[in-house]
């Protein structure tokens, strides 16, 4: 469970204070499946950041899974992100020359688990790149680079999924199996956070944050789409 | 995170830059090798010449001291009295004998050239002690001194400049030196120079038929019992001749006492010394190494940066990612000083086969590797990339994720 009290995250550009969050308070239970929506400056990327525990915030409270990580030093963070969370990022950052399978081993290898690489095929195979595994990245399309990055969130058994822009760099039918993927993810109980601001990617969402200068403007449940449409 | 990883890291980017990891090991690799190289050739010049001066370690040379002090007695001359003296067993029981030598500059006439040599007036012994030995016939006996033989032994560059370069050739010929003629039995082995340009005589024909004198010498080789009895030896030298001098102040003596082992230690010292400068000068290259490094593994992280981030975010921690650049530059200079130990031996073990063809003097300065040298150039190759990897390694590890996660 996700649960930001009064949260406020300032940035210091030079002489400039940019209020990047302010006061927001969001609770986000397990098992929900929640688009953050809003232009470019709303804030949603530095949500993102704190939900991710990339960043920690200015003032107020993040409790995540029963714990408070608003105050947690860079490595704590570090340890909390490698057990707790699984990134999907708009331009799929894997790491360059390396396979998809070492690639979804990492999280792993960072928590310090020895025995990866059956865990690693079957994340793959979830996804359906049971056949690739051996591929780098530069030999993988969009689509399946997205994939992988998704087996690679996933590897950990991590309490939240959160899937910045997932769409963002991908064609549409691409990007309908993507969000097919992580429909069929919530689906098994997984908790899944979209930011985006497509209309068409938050229609997959049960519930919809829509953001505005740092504030959540608007938080309503709505009934999902289930197949997708160009 | 395991090594295993890091490792692998490491090894894919060095891989992945193969060019620009090349040329980064090169100033390790050259900065070792010539460490390795330099030392060597020092300690090859040392031990070469140690081997050769060790069978003459208990020699102890007597000269008399040229000039007199003011106002005091003048000099007196070394006298066949005095070799006497030094060879009386009940005065020193560390001298084993006492070879006499009276020498100075003539022309040696061939009939076809001449040479302007050495001549050495002297007793039998004189090959034994000097250590050198014939190539042609032989040296003078102990009856040949006796009677005042008329017999000469040449050196090496003598025999071959006024014969030819078949010793055997000058043998029974007949020599002119101040007007009078001597018969050659001998050519001795080459030692290098000046000792090949020497001509050997018995002390009393070069004192009858050559430079005269009386009883006066001008060089006596004092023979201790063995390399450990010199400074009793050359102890009892002074003592000795002090008393027939009669001189009681030291700085008022008339010889000079000089043992070759304690010349053989100043040398030593003084080719420690310069082969010690000369290893640190190499050593600079090694400087100019580590900042090559430093400056590829800064690249190296602003390369990565974005890589940095996604690690990050997946769980690194900074320990990890320290741990990954530090072992990346580890590798990297540990790579370079095994190369370069492999260069340095290798040109250290070639320069030792090569070095004697081209002659005894070469052969001197044939390079011996010492294993000190070797370790601790590969030490200071494994500090290089810990401490020039330091850096950069620190820096990756403070990366905050957002930042790093941006960069382009």
Known sequence: ?230 | MNLEEALRVALRGLRANRLRSALTMLGIIIGVASVILLVALGNGVQTSVNEKIQPLANLITVVPSVGNVPGGAPPKDLIDADVAALQDKALSRDIAAVIPATSGKALVDGDAYRYRANVVGTTERWLEVNNQDMSAGTFFDEAQVRTTARVVVLGSAVANYLYGDDPAAALGQPVRINRQTFRVIGVMQSVGEPGDGVVAMPLPTVRRYIFGGGDKINQMIVQATDANAVPAAENDVIRILSERHRIKDSANRDFEVQSLRSRLDTFNQILRILTLFTAAVAAISLVVGAIGVLNIMLVSVTERTREIGIRKAIGATRRAILEQFLIESLLLAGLGGVIGVLVGVGLSVLGANVAPSFGPTFATFAPSVTIPSVVLSFAISLAIGLVAGGYPANRAARLRPIEALRYQ
Do not use: W
Request: net charge positive.
């Open chain 1, 1 to 230: 469970m996700i649960q930001l009290e009064d949260v406020t995250k300032i940035y210091r550009m030079g002489k400039v204070e940019v209020r990047a969050l302010e006061s927001v308070d969001l609770t986000i239970d397990d098992g929900e499946f929640v688009a953050i929506m809003g232009p470019s400056g709303s804030g949603k990327t530095t949500l993102m950041n704190i939900m991710g525990c990339l960043d920690v915030p200015t003032s107020g409270r993040y409790l995540l899974d029963g714990t408070d990580v608003s105050r947690l030093s860079d490595n704590r963070l570090a340890k909390i992100r490698s057990r707790k969370i699984g990134f999907v990022f708009q331009s799929f950052n894997l790491v360059a020359r390396t396979s998809a399978i070492r690639n979804v081993e990492l999280p792993l290898v960072y928590a310090g688990v020895r025995t990866r690489r059956h865990a690693a095929r079957v994340a793959l195979e979830q996804v359906g790149l049971g056949d690739r595994m051996k591929h780098m990245p530069n030999e993988l399309s969009g689509g399946q680079q997205q994939r992988v990055a998704i087996a690679r969130a996933l590897i950990n058994d991590p309490v939240l999924l959160l899937a910045d822009e997932p769409t963002g760099n991908l064609d549409t039918a691409s990007s309908a199996e993507i969000l097919k993927i992580l429909r069929a993810l919530n689906d098994a109980g997984r908790t899944v956070v979209i930011i985006t601001h497509e209309e068409e990617v938050a229609q997959f969402a049960r519930r919809v944050v829509r953001m505005r200068d740092g504030h959540i403007v608007s938080d309503q449940a709505q009934r999902i789409r289930t197949e997708v449409s160009a």
